[in-house]
């Protein structure tokens, strides 16, 4: 971006120079600028006030914020030293005022691109400005070099080695730092060849100027070209669409305080068009987004009004682009003995495809699929019955699980959705599908499935987060294609596809490009045409970590010192946030919002794990289970004992270890696991009755974690860390699964993560060893990977921290008094030294994209600090605080509260973010 304004400031140096100016006036037959933009050219922004457009972003927040790139920064800097040479007196304003300026975007290498810059020249009037400017520069070694009859100059700056070149052309200023570019432009005006506003000539028939920051004109032509050079070469349909998408349009480019807005026309192809097979569709708004998860990357959104003549066009598309695809879809349709196209009749006129973040290091991206139904029953039935046929086929069983009382089906049909919806629906190695209201849902990675079940039943959704909400009722609301970005869960999946050049440069520039939040792709047929909306969202998301202090919420004190950490639950009445806590006395308290203490409860003993809030009566209302190291409590939310409880297991002089509560479909049926410090193992069923083999199953050794419980292709598996370096995983009923235990020759502590793939083989227990080797064993009982990480000294700790969701992980090496955090890679995020050497509680919180928070507790000096990811204290001053702390993040109001304990004080906290 440098270039194209380092280009401003020579071209006034360059016309200083006074050189035939006369000449190419009167002498030669004058052109207009446009004529000169050969066809290769992707873009031209074109403005007739440059000085007012600069003038008018000075204040805008996202101007400001890109002052923090030095190439934007430089900029500024260039162009406020080229107004003070010329006076400060508007003369600069009057070189450019009226006299459109063009500067074009061009590939110059397989990576790399670069800016020709065009100004027709007017009159002579400009030359004393001019004059008065080229007398301040001495800095430019100057030469000249004859091209095609055309004499082209070259400026070299002797501070950045960089050469500029241009050539005076028919009436007109042509210059650029790539030499090549200059060339391009003076052999395709002697070959007489089309140039860009030739090669996408509708566009200018519509094309009138408008008082905004300028025109931008794409020649979509040339789209596949410009991206491959940013991104990998494995993209080849991307390409392909991106090739074939259109052929130019016209944009109107403006900024609204936080917003950037491009607004206009976009003109298909005559032939071959991907636009073109929304022809004669009645568009629409988004209706889906309460089905996408709040981890969705990307969202292309389709609206039509006919499916099947949609789908018909979108094929006859793909099939002159490759032949062969067509033929493909044909053979499987025959092996399958089905009719793509009756899937199309139950289509109500709306699909979308979602990509989501992910923090694994995945072959295929995690991709969920929407198909809106007209009738449930018939597009279930189609689904239900074609993947039947393919089980058989296949001479496989039915693959098939109940999960939170949905049903999900595997298609065994390798990138079905290719077939059914077109190419850019590929990436299905595997085909999950589930059915949701009136909803067809498919998805490559049956987790992603079930995280989608959760995340609805949470309310963890665009539709249900305020920003992504706002954010769609601000765009387009009659479209037919729609890409959506949010931009911060982007980040990873862009880095990925970005080639080794472009990738070091965005991770450079990571802030403020992450500031950038939502973007908006829209495209409405309108007759020949369609409308085009472009919109980009900004703020800060950068997470504040210029505190002094936190604002108190409330504090509560109690007649005795806490020794809990605070256990945040919430209200089933009120959807409201409450807190237990246990006092040295045992007592457990519940606390209000407003401090209020609801009631207390003696406990007779310390709580051990977490508490745990369940729908015992499965009426959704909610109650509490833990257990204390004497007995197991289920509590209503008066604090009233259920039935049966509170319950002891084993023998009383035996503590209890660890405490989890197992649902194993999400069905609300639940299982209680009390695991013994002797490593005897207890599983009953709700109401405390113990199940078949586990009254107890003994481990015949010391647990190293909490049991856990994960389910894999309708399989259940029970996973027992043990610390002699014994890797237990079982069945339900406590039968020892194949090739398991799995010793892994070093000793074990409380580190236990899942990596859930499609299958046994792909499913992956991750741990890490008190020696500092990071383990992952698949579920086929296989040692898949084994990593040495760096240990400075055998009293080096190790820890896998999760996050809140156990949806992600990262880990934390203690080395005496000082505390590393690493990506899973093993990658540095930062380190940090503390007074004390005794070993740290970590916590990790994603509270939104970009907002990742880092509690490290110092239980000794009973302080907690919190850390950006990249390692920025956030407060000043640490929070006093005897344990972990719990954090919970307001969307609404982009604010944090953090809940802890100090002596007989519970406090909650709050910032902004």
């Known amino acids: 971006m440098r270039r194209i304004f380092i280009i401003l400031f020579l071209f006034i140096l360059i016309l200083a120079s006074g050189y035939g100016i006369y000449y190419y006036w009167d002498k030669q037959k004058s052109l207009d600028a446009w004529s000169l933009v050969p066809e290769n050219t992707f873009l031209v922004y074109e403005n007739k006030n440059l000085v007012g457009a600069w003038n008018s972003i000075q204040e805008n927040p996202i101007w400001k914020d890109l002052q923090n790139i030095e190439y934007f920064s430089s900029l500024k800097n260039n162009f406020e030293a080229l107004d003070s040479l010329s006076g400060n007196s508007g003369m600069l304003d009057e070189v450019f005022r009226n006299n459109h300026l063009l500067i074009g975007m061009s590939v110059i290498a397989n990576d790399d691109f ?79 060849e089309d140039n860009f506003k030739e090669s996408i000539e509708e566009v200018f028939k519509i094309a009138n100027f408008q008082d905004d920051l300028g025109n931008l004109y794409i020649n979509f032509n040339r789209l596949d070209k410009i991206v491959k050079t940013f991104t990998k070469s494995n993209q080849s349909i991307l390409f392909n669409i991106l090739a074939q998408f259109s052929e130019g349009a016209f944009l109107d ?30 568009g629409g708004d988004i209706t889906l987004e309460n089905y996408l998860p709040s981890k969705t990357a990307v969202v292309l959104h389709e609206r039509f009004s006919d499916a099947k003549a949609f789908q018909d066009e979108k094929f006859k598309f793909w099939n002159k682009i490759d032949a062969k695809f067509g033929q493909k879809r044909n053979l499987l349709a025959e092996q399958y003995d089905t009719d793509f196209r009756g899937f199309h009749e139950f289509m109500a006129g709306e699909n979308a495809q979602a990509i989501l973040n992910s923090n694994q290091n995945l072959e295929e991206n995690n991709k969920l699929i929407f198909i809106k139904m007209n009738d449930k029953n018939e597009g279930l039935n189609k689904f239900n019955r074609l993947a039947e046929e393919a089980a058989q086929l296949n001479q496989d069983t039915l693959y098939y699980e109940f999960y939170a009382e949905n049903e999900i089906r595997e298609l065994v049909i390798e990138e079905f959705p290719y077939y059914l919806l077109g190419k850019n629906f590929k990436g299905f190695s595997h085909t999950f599908f589930t059915s949701i209201d009136n909803v067809m849902i498919i998805s490559n990675d049956i987790q992603s499935l079930k995280e989608l079940i959760l995340d609805m039943e949470t309310e963890n959704t665009w539709g249900k987060s305020i920003k992504e909400n706002q954010f769609l009722e601000s765009t387009l609301q009659e479209s037919n294609l729609n890409v959506f970005i949010n931009l911060p869960q982007a980040w990873s999946l862009l880095l990925n596809s970005l080639n080794d050049k472009w990738r070091k440069n965005f991770r450079e520039n990571e802030f403020p490009i992450k500031n950038f939040d939502m973007l908006a792709i829209q495209f409405s047929h309108e007759n020949d045409r369609y409308y085009s909306n472009v919109e980009l969202t900004h703020s800060d998301n950068k997470v504040n970590n210029e505190m002094k202090h936190f604002d108190e919420v409330m504090q509560v004190e109690l007649d005795a010192p806490i020794i809990s950490k605070p ?25 209000s919002t407003n401090g209020d203490v609801i009631w207390t409860e003696p406990l007779g003993a ?51 270890q660890y405490f989890n509560v197992i649902d194993y479909d999400k069905s609300r049926t639940y299982r209680l696991l009390i695991a013994k410090e002797n490593g005897d193992i207890y599983l009953t069923s709700k109401y405390g009755d113990m199940l078949g083999d586990w ?67 792909s499913s992956h227990l991750v741990t890490i060893t008190n020696g500092g080797a990071l383990a992952k064993i698949s579920f086929t009982g296989k040692i898949k990977e084994k990593e040495q990480l760096y240990m400075p000294n055998k009293e080096t700790l190790f820890k896998i921290v999760k996050n809140t969701s156990n949806r992600s992980y990262i880990l934390a090496r203690q080395d ?20 004390n050497q005794e070993e740290m509680e970590i916590q990790y919180y994603e509270l939104a994209p970009n907002k990742e928070i880092i509690a490290v507790t110092d239980k000794k000096q009973a302080f907690t600090y919190l850390y950006t990811s990249e390692g920025q204290l956030i407060n000043q001053q640490p929070i006093e605080s005897i344990d972990e702390i719990a954090l919970i993040y307001y969307n609404k109001d982009n604010e944090v509260h953090v809940y802890k304990c100090h002596g007989n004080k519970f406090s909650i906290l709050k910032f902004k973010i």
């Open 606 to 656: 310390p709580i051990i794990g977490d508490v745990f809030q369940i729908d015992y009566y499965q009426n959704n209302k909610l109650q509490y289970a833990f257990a204390t190291t004497e007995k197991v409590f289920l509590l209503d939310r008066n604090g009233i004992a259920l039935e049966y409880f509170p319950k002891s297991y084993g023998e009383p002089n035996i503590e209890n």
């Open 695 to 761: 009254n107890p199953l003994k481990m015949k050794d010391k647990i190293a974690a909490k049991p856990e419980h994960i389910r894999i292709r309708s399989k259940d598996f029970m996973v027992v860390l043990q610390e002699n370096g014994l890797v237990k995983v079982m069945s339900r009923n406590g039968e020892m699964k194949p090739n398991f235990p799995v010793n892994i020759n070093d000793r074990l502590s409380n580190n236990l993560f899942f990596e859930i793939g499609n299958s046994f083989e």
């Open 253 to 282: 480019l403006f900024l609204d305080g936080d917003d950037l807005y491009l607004n206009g026309f976009t003109f298909p192809h005559d032939s071959i068009s991907y636009l073109n097979t929304y022809t004669n569709q009645e």
């Open 114 to 192: 670069d800016f020709v810059f065009y100004q027709t020249l007017k009159n002579t009037e400009q030359i004393e400005v001019i004059k008065k400017i080229e007398s301040k520069f001495d800095e430019f070694e100057k030469s000249e070099r004859v091209y095609n009859k055309n004499t082209i100059y070259e400026l070299k700056s002797e501070k950045s080695e960089k050469t500029f070149s241009y050539v005076l052309l028919r009436g007109n200023f042509v210059g650029s730092f790539s030499p090549v570019l200059v060339e391009d432009v003076i052999r395709n005006l002697e070959k007489d």
């Open 567 to 591: 256990y945040v639950v919430k209200n089933h009445n009120t959807g409201l946030f409450e807190t237990l806590v246990q006092d040295s006395a045992l007592n457990l308290h519940l606390i």
């Open 816 to 835: 005496l008094s000082r505390v590393s955090l690493l990506q899973p890679s093993g990658e540095m995020m930062f380190e940090k030294d503390y007074i």
